[in-house]
């Protein structure tokens, strides 16, 4: 049985668990959130939904006693209009940083043992916190991460030669935040390298997109949920199947001392390998400059 809870039932949350529930890709479905009302309403919405949905799918109004036969948790919680209204994740560190440690300790009270995936923003500093008042490893704590940015990245590179996002490869590294940066040494399409396909400027230009990109969808809607729950739930998909999916996800990354965006694989254990990239001496120092910003906003807050 595919056993999932999803904490933090807001734009993200339900959407998590929407597409869970229609793909058929959890058997057991426990929804929480701190607004008894919200996550009821969802789970009311969900059950609605049943006779029409292609597969059968038990969903829970959740507990935290639940998660102790939970394979999966999802982290959600938040406050978006935080980051809108700042326009930096950072902007709901404050709150984040609280409800982490409301959420890690009863995580930990529950005896879960199981794979959390945390999607709360400031992601990697989120997921640090989350990883210290769990307990759990290092390998089963992750974020998302990257893997957003380097779906933004393809999308924009995609766009820019007329091709399918699917077929270009390579990473946004760093923080899922303004530090981050599209490590063009490890970008190819359909093979060929971006070196050869742009200039340094265009280069420049291009990089700054996927953050661009992603506040106008939050600030246009308020908030941004299908592209960060299809990451989310191909993450989910990649522990349920042990798929060993090489992505860039938020991970504790030993050379900088913090959780950050970083390809690893994914697979039944959570992390089972951070892969260590050959960058260039420029993106290293892009990296480095990433952790340290994470790194400073962790360090205020003890
Ligand atoms: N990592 C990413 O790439 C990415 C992308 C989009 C959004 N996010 C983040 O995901 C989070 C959720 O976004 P959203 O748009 O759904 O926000 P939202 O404000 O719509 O919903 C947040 C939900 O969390 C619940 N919540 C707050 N504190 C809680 C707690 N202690 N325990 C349980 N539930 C709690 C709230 O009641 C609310 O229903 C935010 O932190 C947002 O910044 C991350």
């Given at each position: 049985m595919r056993n999932v809870a999803v904490i933090g039932m807001g734009h993200v949350g339900a959407t998590v668990a929407f597409t869970l529930f229609t793909h058929g890709i959890v058997d057991n479905l426990y929804l929480l959130d701190k607004n008894k009302a919200k996550a009821e309403a969802e789970y009311n919405d969900l059950r609605d939904t049943l006779a029409r949905n292609d597969y059968h799918v038990n969903v829970f109004l959740g507990d935290y006693s639940d998660l102790k036969n939970v394979d999966v948790v999802v982290t959600s919680f938040g406050d978006i209009a935080a980051t809108v209204k700042t326009g930096?994740?950072?902007?709901e560190f404050e709150i984040n940083a609280k409800n982490a440690k409301e959420v890690g300790e009863k995580i930990k009270e529950s005896g879960f043992n199981g794979i959390l995936i945390n999607i709360s923003n400031p992601c990697d500093a989120i997921s640090t916190l989350l990883q210290e008042t769990t307990g759990l490893s290092k390998k089963q704590v992750f974020g998302t991460g990257t893997f957003l940015d380097t779906a933004r990245m393809q999308r924009i590179v995609g766009e820019e030669l007329d091709e399918d996002p699917r077929n270009v490869a390579g990473f946004v590294l760093g923080e899922h935040g303004a530090s981050q940066f599209t490590a063009w040494s490890t970008v190819s399409i359909n093979g060929k390298s971006a070196k050869e396909l742009f200039t340094k400027e265009q280069e420049e230009k291009l990089s700054a997109q996927p953050n661009k990109n992603s506040m106008k969808v939050a600030f246009g809607k308020g908030y941004t949920s299908y592209a960060i729950a299809t990451c989310a739930v191909r993450l989910i998909q990649a522990v349920f199947s042990d798929a060993r999916l090489f992505a860039p996800t938020s991970v504790y990354l030993d050379e900088v001392g913090t959780y950050i965006g970083y390809p690893a694989i994914i697979g039944k254990n959570g992390v089972e390998k951070v892969i260590a990239l050959e960058l260039t001496s420029e993106e290293d120092e892009k990296l480095e400059e990433s952790a340290e910003i994470i790194k400073k906003h962790i360090a205020q807050l003890k």
């Open positions: 930096d994740r950072f902007g």
